[in-house]
């Protein structure tokens, strides 16, 4: 059950990092033509940058007009001659082009910043291709957030994984929630998962006091995945199920067991059923309906079992 979990947590990183998006089939150099095409984004506050390195290589993400130097905002909304930079730690982007009918196509040069690259190299997180520094421009990633992962004991990331984080805008900030709440997962890769789930202190530090023992960030992500909230446990419990642990959580969630459904059971004469035992039930459609057919049929006090196999019997 948690590989299942672990496959829609990758699905959510891989959605949430679409900001940037690169293929390697070609070699990128500074002699790769750029092209972008900027245009209003979604709520009309943000403007949504599209940049084309070579025949295949792409990378989109949104920015607030002001982080896009020298650009007049109000010629998106006319015919004219565009030009901004976007000049971050990593490096500088200059753009130039035409903008009608709230669209702006041009070409860019890029200029990798030499003290960026140099400091990844001496800090062993490596040296960055011409189009790693790219997507570490676009995505905003910086020495903060690198020195605020040391300072926390995080691994060290890789370029990729640099770029992964500072797409998902994880920062300082972010970081310091999470152990604030008392919680770090083990590796980037689980940090990456959370960010991309919107898993943060708040609700790492309320899962872990709900009662369902020791949670690892394994257990985060597959609860926070499929939607699992505090108040969901808390209403389990008052239904009547307790010692549960985060893993009989998740497959409860999974398979549609409600307070509801619990509750009906034990008016059935069901109380105080494990966890495995009402993912079992629910997993093949039990309901107090199948007690009562199963009775009529001459199986008196059936157990959780017989239920089971009775209501597979109906389904075929």
Do not use: W
């Amino acid at each position: 059950m948690n590989r299942i979990f672990a496959v829609i947590a990758s699905c959510a990183v891989l959605l949430a990092t679409g900001a940037v998006a690169e293929s390697r089939h070609d070699p990128i150099s500074a002699a790769t033509p750029i092209s972008f095409t900027l245009q209003v984004g979604a709520g009309s506050t943000t403007l949504e940058l599209r940049l084309s390195i070579g025949e295949h290589s792409n990378m989109t993400s949104s920015f607030k007009p002001e982080t896009l130097a020298g650009l007049d905002r109000t010629t998106l909304d006319k015919s004219g001659p565009v030009r901004f930079a976007l000049a971050r730690e990593p490096g500088r982007f200059d753009c130039e082009g035409e903008a009608a009918r709230r669209i702006a196509r041009g070409r860019c040069s890029f200029a990798p910043d030499a003290g960026f690259s140099r400091y990844l190299a001496e800090r062993g997180i490596g040296t960055p291709s011409f189009q790693q520094s790219c997507a570490l421009v676009m995505t905003g990633a910086n020495r903060d957030l690198i020195e605020a992962l040391a300072e926390a004991n995080y691994p060290k990331p890789t370029i990729d994984q640099l770029v992964a984080l500072s797409a998902l805008e994880v920062d300082r900030a972010y970081v310091a929630d999470l152990a604030r709440n008392g919680f770090r997962p083990d590796d980037l890769d689980d940090l990456t998962a959370f960010a991309a789930l919107h898993i943060d202190g708040t609700y790492a530090g309320e899962m872990t006091r709900a009662g369902l023992g020791k949670l690892r960030a394994s257990d985060l992500i597959a609860l926070k995945a499929i939607g699992v909230t505090t108040a969901y446990v808390a209403e389990l419990t008052q239904a009547g199920l307790r010692d549960r642990s985060g893993d009989e959580i998740v497959q409860l969630k999974a398979v549609g067991v409600t307070p509801a459904y619990i509750r009906d059971l034990a008016a059935a004469g069901y109380a105080d059923l494990p966890a495995d035992k009402l993912v079992e039930m629910r997993a093949v459609g039990v309901t107090a309906e199948d007690v009562r057919l199963a009775k009529k049929v001459g199986i008196n006090d059936p157990t959780p079992d017989q239920l089971v196999q009775f209501r597979a019997l109906r389904q075929r």
